[in-house]
């Protein structure tokens, strides 16, 4: 049981090209998030899935997009990046059944944007 | 909109003293859960502790303990005799409901408290 798994976890773009990063869980749980964090800023919502076939925004979606693959897995694209999608993003999933929930994370992607 | 304040950004203690992290929150909502979430160097989040708000009674784990404190929308966590280890980033949280409000899951993070523990 790996719980959530990222890849890559670290990468390196210039200006203008496009990425995805990926994540996928074996808890079968039903959500899915994607968090981006930044120095001093804490982690920040970009885009959720509450259940397989469904996707929403959520706080900073600006610039990036979303697949919900399955139940399992969850990509974040970025189409073309920019410097200030240098960030540590986070992938995340809960259960998502009424009162039981809590979030377990992914081990996180280093993304840098030259 | 919710909102959640760790307004300790960093703390330095000497092994074994007791430390307790500060976090704050604002919510409209009735029905929220308050999480605690450690970030060691390594990087990774490691879950702590959920309360839900109709549950105000504190809670020990070991060396840790949290105060729930509705009437101050108050969510504060004591790591009592703190060793090196315990040196990471904490992070306090907020839930909200999903879109239908059957479910929680999208969190508000504070910015969170930096604690080091020295030798």
């Known amino acids: 049981n790996a719980g959530v798994t990222q890849t890559p976890k670290f990468q390196v773009l210039k200006t203008g090209q496009s990425m995805t990063l990926q994540c996928a869980q074996d808890m079968n749980h039903n959500s899915m998030y994607w968090y981006r964090q930044d120095p001093g800023m804490g982690l920040r919502l970009i885009y959720y899935?509450?259940?397989?076939?469904?996707?929403d925004k959520g706080e900073v979606p600006n610039g990036y997009n979303v697949s919900r693959l399955n139940k399992r897995e969850f990509s974040l694209r970025l189409e073309s990046a920019a410097p200030s999608q240098t960030s540590v993003y986070f992938c995340?999933?809960?259960?998502?059944?009424?009162?039981?929930?809590?979030?377990?994370f992914g081990p996180g992607t280093r993304l840098l944007v030259l | 909109a919710q909102k959640v304040t760790q307004a300790q950004t960093e703390i330095s203690v000497v092994e074994k003293e007791d430390v307790t992290l500060d976090c704050v929150y604002e919510t409209r909502d009735t029905t929220y859960y308050l999480f605690w979430y450690k970030q060691p160097p390594s990087g990774e989040l490691v879950f702590l502790i959920r309360r839900n708000s109709f549950d105000e009674q504190n809670e020990i784990s070991g060396r840790y303990s949290w105060n729930f404190q509705k009437s101050t929308s108050s969510f504060n966590f004591t790591i009592t005799a703190s060793q090196v280890v315990d040196s990471a980033v904490y992070f306090c949280a907020l839930s909200e409901a999903l879109a239908g409000g059957t479910s929680y899951g999208k969190l508000t993070f504070g910015q969170g408290t930096i604690l080091t523990v020295h030798p």
């Open positions: 995340a999933s809960s259960a998502a059944q009424g009162t039981q929930e809590t979030q377990y």
């Open positions: 899935s509450a259940s397989e076939g469904t996707t």
